[in-house]
């Protein structure tokens, strides 16, 4: 029904330190995640996407898929903000993956609800969201909701077995980290985010990846 495919894409590194300060004040909204597994390698992002974050009993996450450009024209936006609110692939990837983490979370929850549709805008792009807000069962572990929703169909597909073997058959190389998951547990809370808009310094070259959903 969807599958997520993406290219690499190679480029001359500068100093990634500032690129991630500049990162952080151009795109302040965003999810800003920096580490360095080791000596020369740095892989950095600022991605929009939560994957979910929990507090107690209350898991919030969310489905961000259906994409447009955005414009500094306020007429020219608002038309393409009814492009993507009216365009039927956009709403149906959209809607793939509202169905598929209300279907992934429904055992671990006592209640779901999505909130209403809405617009994330952001400096270049603009999103179709649905943020999903749900009460979950005592004793419901973070690997739980990690083997559960991750990866979403916002990066991968549905089915998600079938769409990870068109990934590797299709994609000319290796996805490593981008796409991937990252996050945090502190006391009482979790919060973790899609590793996407993200580059990769390694040795003297630079790496970046874009994916579009077909459907």
């Known amino acids: 029904r969807k599958v997520v495919l993406a290219r690499e894409s190679y480029f001359e590194p500068g100093d990634p330190?500032?690129?991630?300060?500049?990162?952080?004040?151009?795109?302040?909204?965003?999810?800003?995640?920096?580490?360095?597994?080791?000596?020369?390698?740095?892989?950095l992002g600022a991605s929009p996407e939560?994957?979910?974050?929990?507090?107690?009993?209350?898991l919030k996450t969310e489905a961000l898929a259906g994409t447009r450009s955005v414009s500094?024209?306020?007429?020219?936006?608002?038309a393409l903000i009814e492009e993507l609110n009216q365009s039927n692939k956009d709403q149906m990837e959209h809607h793939i993956v509202v169905h598929y983490l209300h279907t992934q979370l429904k055992d671990l929850c006592l209640e779901q609800r999505s909130l209403s549709q809405e617009?994330?805008?952001?400096?270049h792009v603009?999103?179709?969201?649905?943020?999903?807000e749900c009460i979950l069962h005592p004793n419901t572990t973070t690997e739980q909701l990690l083997d559960r929703l991750h990866p979403t169909p916002a990066v991968c597909g549905i089915p998600k077995r079938i769409a990870n073997q068109l990934i590797?058959?299709?994609?000319?190389?290796?996805?490593?980290?981008?796409?991937?998951t990252m996050g945090i547990e502190h006391h009482n809370h979790t919060d973790f985010t899609v590793m996407i808009r993200s580059a990769l310094?390694?040795?003297?070259?630079?790496?970046?990846w874009s994916g579009a959903g077909i459907v």
């Open 119 to 123: 617009i994330l805008q952001l400096p």
């Open 168 to 180: 590797s058959k299709l994609e000319p190389f290796h996805r490593g980290w981008y796409a991937g």
């Open 17 to 43: 330190w500032a690129q991630f300060s500049e990162l952080k004040r151009s795109q302040p909204n965003n999810y800003h995640f920096l580490f360095s597994p080791r000596r020369k390698t740095i892989f």
């Open 201 to 208: 310094w390694r040795e003297d070259t630079g790496y970046a």
């Open 50 to 58: 939560k994957l979910f974050s929990q507090a107690g009993s209350t």
């Open 72 to 78: 500094k024209d306020k007429v020219r936006n608002a």
């Open 126 to 132: 603009q999103h179709l969201r649905t943020p999903i």
